[in-house]
T-cell receptor, first 115, second 112 residues
């Protein structure tokens, strides 16, 4: 079974600065997908960014980018120019390409943004 | 209307009571899931269903049951609620493609 670990329960960043959230995972599969989800106080699960394991290029979505290190099984999220609205819980998630397509989540990182 | 609707949004119930959490979707997806969120543990899979006749246990199914009434409806039941089932519960759907996981807005359940 796959496991996902987020080693930082809480992080804080100054507004306009850059922060990196860490995620490691364990799998024996060669093809899979990785995701970062944002959960604001509204509870909604919002997809921030996704990465296909077969792609070497790191995914980027505006101020959000990832550092995907397949050999090291590491998938960190970088938030540039942090904004107050970035304050939320962030979950790293792994998804198999098998028939189930279930998501396996890390424990989450609470990001606080200081004005 | 939301693509995935969960009811109720919040619920307080007493130990030993039976409670049902409901989920309906307009995405037309066959696959539906129930997850439970606890602090520090992230979201964990309770049950999943690939179609009306295909229901499977997830990582933490003990104490829960589900019913897939139709393609669009997937309910989670706690037959006899206990305090450690206090959590935030999410329903989600997915399509067979590489992306497309859609979550409901969650039900916060408190068992006293």
């Amino acid at each position: 079974a796959q496991t996902v670990t987020q080693s930082q329960p809480e992080m804080s960043v100054q507004e306009a600065e850059t922060v990196t959230l860490s995620c490691t995972y364990d799998t024996s599969e060669s093809d899979y997908y990785l995701f970062w989800y944002k959960q604001p106080p509204s509870r909604q699960m919002i997809l921030v960014i996704r990465q296909e394991a077969y792609k070497q290029q790191n995914a980027t979505e505006n101020r959000f980018s990832v550092n995907f290190q397949k050999a090291a099984k590491s998938f960190s999220l970088k938030i540039s120019d942090s904004q107050l609205g970035d304050a939320a819980m962030y979950f790293c998630a792994y998804r198999s390409v098998d028939a189930g397509n279930m998501l396996t989540f890390g424990g989450g990182t609470r990001l606080m943004v200081k004005p | 209307d939301a693509d995935v609707t969960q009811t109720p949004r919040n619920r307080i119930t007493k130990t030993g009571k039976r409670i049902m959490l409901e989920c309906s979707q307009t995405k037309g997806h066959d696959r539906m899931y129930w997850y439970r969120q606890d602090p520090g543990l992230g979201l964990r899979l309770i049950y999943y269903s690939f179609d009306v006749k295909d229901i499977n246990k997830g990582e933490i199914s003990d104490g829960y049951s589900v019913s897939r009434q139709a393609q669009a409806k997937f309910s989670l039941s706690l037959e006899s609620a206990i305090p450690n089932q206090t959590a935030l519960y999410f329903c989600a759907t997915s399509d067979p493609g590489r992306y497309g996981y859609t979550f409901g807005s969650g039900t916060r359940l408190t068992v006293v």
